[in-house]
């Protein structure tokens, strides 16, 4: 091989090798690298542009970051703008990363639906249901996509509660979230209780809480940088299964008629013993994540 060849096929090779990583910079460039930092964002919705997927956010002031500002905020995830509304409330992770295309953007998006004027909250039903029983098994979808039943969760103290993702009452599924979001937080770093305990949130909007929404959901509710759940779930599953297990712990629910896109709703969050039944039934959200904490320490100590 003559030299003239040989430099010829070194520079072709390394024109290959320019190429490939410049493509791959490119496929890269929107992905958070490992000095992205990552905080908190609450807001209000002022206008949304899905063919840019930006939306205007009117936002409370970011903790460590920034003061309270209306700006436009990129939006990758695809399902939220089939959700996502003027005057709609959004929790979400803000992402800043000064390596990527597009220096800052949202994940992990909780969207409340609009509050409309002079809307009432639902009449609670205060009726209890079903303690000292055996709950029934059910099969359901979590927020990972993965099928789980009541038997997946033997052997441990459980809670379970219902909510929906579009909810706009703050004391409603909103405070439940929060609740269980701050009991999960506690709980992952509890070394005693985080294999012994587990949370679960059943959604009863199956038409509109697919899986990725409500780990999206969740994410948004776990706080700064959070990448997993832990002990809390999210699950799905269909109306009549949904609707059967709200039935046997006596939540009552049904969507708005003058608003299809509300559902009024009581509310009920239930403890489980490892053995599988039903020891105490909290209506209402004046309960706080330690009073169910107190509860399902309980259950571990029959």
């Avoid at 905020?73 to 509304?85: C, G, Q, S, Y």
């Avoid at 940088?225 to 006596?250: C, H, K, N, P, Y």
């Avoid at 009920?268 to 169910?292: E, M, Y």
């Amino acid at each position: 091989m003559t030299f003239r060849l040989f430099m010829q096929k070194v520079i072709l090779f390394l024109l290959a090798a320019l190429f490939i990583t410049s493509c791959q910079n490119v496929g890269d460039g929107n992905k958070a690298s490992s000095s992205a930092k990552r905080y908190p964002l609450k807001g209000k919705v002022v206008s949304v542009d899905k063919a840019a997927k930006k939306a205007k956010i009117d936002h409370e002031p970011v903790e460590g970051y920034m003061p309270a500002m209306t700006m436009d905020f990129p939006i990758r995830a695809d399902w939220v703008w089939d959700e996502l509304t003027p005057g709609s409330e959004i929790r979400a992770e803000l992402v800043v990363d000064n390596t990527a295309t597009e220096p800052y953007w949202l994940e992990n998006i909780g969207i409340v639906a609009v509050l409309k004027p002079g809307q009432e909250p639902p009449t609670v039903d205060e009726r209890f249901a079903q303690v000292g029983k055996e709950a029934p098994d059910f099969t359901l979808t979590n927020q990972d996509g993965k099928k789980i039943s009541l038997k997946n969760f033997r052997g441990k103290a459980l809670a379970i509660t219902f909510i929906y993702a579009r909810c706009p009452l703050a004391d409603y599924c909103i405070r439940m979230s929060t609740n269980f979001s701050d009991l999960a937080i506690q709980l992952n770093n509890n070394a005693e209780f985080k294999d012994k305990v587990r949370l679960l949130s059943i959604s009863f909007d199956p038409e509109n809480d697919t899986p990725a929404k409500l780990k999206s959901y969740g994410l948004g509710y776990m706080g700064k940088g959070a990448t997993t759940l832990g002990v809390w779930q999210l699950a799905v599953g269909d109306e009549s299964q949904v609707r059967a297990i709200a039935d046997f712990f006596g939540l009552r629910y049904e969507v708005d008629q003058t608003d299809k896109t509300q559902i009024n709703h009581s509310l009920r969050t239930a403890v489980i013993s490892p053995d599988g039944k039903v020891t105490k039934i909290l209506p209402g959200s004046a309960w706080t994540s330690n009073q169910l904490l107190n509860e399902l320490q309980s259950t571990l100590a029959r």
